[in-house]
């Protein structure tokens, strides 16, 4: 398929999922097996399609016996995302991203406010789930989710990053 279309196509699945995807209840009961209290109100705080991805995410994973730092991480890899942060602000962050935003200080102001966190999402999480206890490793996968050139770098981030497709 042309790469353009399937670029395409990408997008509008995950709009699609935005709006339909949704934890179920036996992805919870696992979640509250595999997270300490800390963690999962961290879980908690996340939108409901953030859940409901990153359960899927971690299911998938889960498969090549991962480590429990690496299934955290996988659980909580979109953290970063508050709750406000909605399909409106996705879409557009996506057609005008800013590649250059610095991390520091956060910004109020909607615009701005949005484009920090698709760039630094992973940073801001991380930051999150170290303070929740979650393990250095599994800390620095939230981190660098989304760097597919650190896939070889950094312990389970290439098996990560094959989840989360
Ligand atoms: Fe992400
Ligand atoms: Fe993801």
Redesign the pocket.
């Known amino acids: 398929m042309d790469r353009a279309v399937s670029k395409a196509l990408g997008r509008v699945r995950q709009v699609w999922e935005y709006l339909v995807l949704r934890p179920k209840s036996e992805d919870l009961a696992w979640v509250g097996m595999v997270l300490t209290p800390a963690e999962r109100a961290l879980f908690e705080g996340m939108s409901p399609h953030d859940q409901a991805h990153c359960a899927k995410v971690a299911r998938k994973l889960s498969a090549k016996s991962p480590p429990d730092w690496a299934l955290k991480a996988a659980l909580l ?2 953290v970063g995302k508050p709750r406000g942060y909605g399909l409106i602000w996705r879409v557009l962050v996506v057609l005008r991203p800013d590649r250059e935003i610095p991390a520091a200080p956060r910004l109020a102001q909607p615009w701005p406010w949005a484009l920090q966190i698709y760039r630094w ?2 940073l801001y999480g991380a930051e999150m789930a170290r303070e929740a206890g979650v393990p250095e490793s599994g800390c620095r996968i939230i981190q660098e ?2 760097n597919k050139s650190l896939a070889d770098e950094v312990p389970w981030l290439g098996e990560f990053q094959w989840a989360d497709d």
């Open positions: 890899h979109d999402h992973g989710h989304g």
